[in-house]
């Protein structure tokens, strides 16, 4: 299987299977000397872990990390960094039927087609558990921004037709749903106690921010920083669109109103507005940088669906085993580490864009 690894200079490599021993993922390109902990690692880690709410799986995990290499005496040594979760509350059982037929919304089928095989213990790498080792490398990639001044934040927008309409920093975690909106967090949880109720889903929108980005950042053409942010944040399993700033509302604005004025203002170039989300011809303009992902219902429900086994012929099933009836909540975490990687990358890459800076980092 191709596509487990992500990244140019900052880059990383996922591994393992909801079901099997453990998962984990190797980080390589972490500068030397860089303060890692795994209390830090944790700390993310903590954020997406099942069993944590009565809106997550009930399946518990401690998503306890391990530091196999890579790092001496609190810091990285420059060599990759091999970080693993073991799986501890795996139950198979709960998946057997599961190898017979094609579960709606899920991968199944597209893995049979392509494979031949598949593990179909929890989707085996297509269960939202292999991102337990994007969010491990992401908290790196957070400690690496944070050296450097740049400070990226995810939180719940929105929950099925429950958008926040007031922002808190403080209450995102304050609530099991991740919202900075205290009223639409409590109007949020009624609407997913009425869908629990009649043994459905919802879906919902992730908002990231980045806020300290310097300018010039992404390449023109195909490696734009949206482009790149997009594809990130893509790669989520769950997540079916992504918005950079004003997102889908270009389509509706006039240029007068969608373009962002620049000024001059103590001495460096700002813009007025900033309905580009931070990037202008692929590149880093200084502003925040903004993106939503737009994330799916859960596929497992408990309600009967159509489909059909191998063998061809159309079933009626109703899905078991331990799911999360949204899923918006744990993968805000998710969108934060990618959007982090994501900008680590680009700021290793961008090291060698100019010949001046070349030249003032070697003194010649």
Request: hydrophobic fraction near 35%.
């Amino acid at each position: 299987m191709a596509g487990n690894t992500f990244g140019k200079q900052f880059r990383i490599t996922t591994w393992g299977e909801s079901h099997g021993k453990a998962i984990g993922v190797v980080v390589d390109g972490v500068p030397a000397e860089l303060p890692i902990s795994e209390s830090d690692i944790q700390a993310f880690l903590d954020r997406r872990k099942p069993g944590s709410t009565r809106y997550s799986t009930p399946r518990k995990e401690a998503d306890a990390v391990q530091i196999l290499s890579g790092v001496f005496e609190g810091r990285a040594t420059g060599t990759p960094i091999s970080l693993l979760i073991p799986n501890t509350s795996q139950r198979s059982s709960d998946y057997s039927e599961i190898a017979s037929y094609y579960r709606p919304g899920h991968a199944d089928y597209t893995y049979d087609m392509k494979y031949g095989f598949r593990d179909y213990r929890g989707g085996g790498r297509s269960s939202g558990r292999e991102t337990a080792g994007r969010v491990a490398a992401g908290a790196i990639a957070s400690l690496f921004l944070k050296q450097l001044g740049i400070r990226v934040c995810a939180y719940t927008r929105s929950i099925g037709p429950i958008s926040c309409e007031d922002f808190c920093q403080e209450e995102i975690s304050r609530n099991p749903l991740c919202m900075p909106d205290a009223d639409a967090a409590a109007r949020a949880q009624d609407y997913l106690d009425a869908c629990m109720k009649q043994f459905d889903s919802s879906g919902g929108v992730v908002e990231c921010f980045a806020d300290g980005v310097p300018a010039g950042l992404g390449d023109p053409v195909f490696d734009k920083l949206d482009a790149a942010l997009a594809g990130a944040v893509m790669s989520i399993g769950a997540v079916k669109a992504v918005e950079i700033g004003d997102g889908t509302a270009v389509s509706r604005a006039r240029g007068s109103e969608n373009n962002d004025p620049f000024r001059m203002r103590d001495g460096h170039v700002e813009k007025e507005t900033n309905h580009a989300g931070g990037i202008l011809g692929g590149i880093s303009d200084g502003s925040r940088i903004l993106l939503r992902a737009h994330i799916k219902p859960t596929a497992s429900i408990f309600s009967d669906q159509q489909t059909v086994n191998r063998n061809g012929e159309n079933i009626t099933i109703r899905i078991k085993g331990r799911h999360d009836p949204v899923i918006v909540p744990r993968a805000v975490v998710v969108v934060e580490s990618m959007t982090s990687l994501v900008l680590a990358d680009a700021l290793l890459s961008n090291m060698t864009a100019r010949l001046d800076r070349i030249r003032e980092f070697y003194k010649v």
